[in-house]
Nanobody, 118 residues
Framework: VQLQACGGGLVQAGGFLRLSCSAS????????LDWYRQAPGKRRELVAG???????NYADSVKGRFTISRDNAKNTVYLQMNSLMPEDTAVYYC?????????????WGQGTKVTVSS
C-alpha cells in the first residue's frame, strides 16, 4: 500500500493550502479518512474526517475554514484549508481506512508540514 500526502508548505496568515491524500494502485480504495495534525510539543489531534458516504466532521477550531472532500475516481481525499492562522502550524497526517478484497485497515500517511507565518 502506498499513501501519498502532499500539499503542505509555508503560507502567510489568511492564506490557503490544499492537502491531498491518495492511495495508489487499484486494489485498495479509501473508505473513510481522517486528517490529524500535530504541532510541536502538542498531542496529535483530529482535524476533520469524511465517511464513505461523504458525511463530514470537523474540529471546532477549523469549522468554517477547512473543508474535507473526496474524489473516489482518483482515490483521493482533500483538505482545503482557508483563512489559515499561525496556530494551524503543524504536521498534518492523513489516516485512511483502506479496503481491498475482504480486508479493511487503517493506515497513516507520512505527514506533510504546514507552516503559517504571522
Amino acid at each position: 500500500v502506498q499513501l501519498q500526502a502532499c500539499g503542505g508548505g509555508l503560507v502567510q496568515a489568511g492564506g490557503f493550502l490544499r492537502l491531498s491524500c491518495s492511495a495508489s494502485g487499484n486494489i485498495y480504495k479509501i473508505n473513510a479518512l481522517d486528517w490529524y495534525r500535530q504541532a510541536p510539543g502538542k498531542r496529535r489531534e483530529l482535524v476533520a474526517g469524511i465517511s464513505r458516504s461523504g458525511s463530514t466532521n470537523y474540529a471546532d477550531s477549523v469549522k468554517g475554514r477547512f473543508t474535507i472532500s473526496r474524489d473516489n475516481a482518483k482515490n483521493t481525499v482533500y483538505l482545503q484549508m482557508n483563512s489559515l492562522m499561525p496556530e494551524d502550524t503543524a504536521v498534518y497526517y492523513c489516516n485512511p481506512q483502506l479496503v481491498g478484497g475482504n480486508t479493511a485497515k487503517w493506515y497513516w500517511g507520512q505527514g506533510t508540514k504546514v507552516t503559517v507565518s504571522s
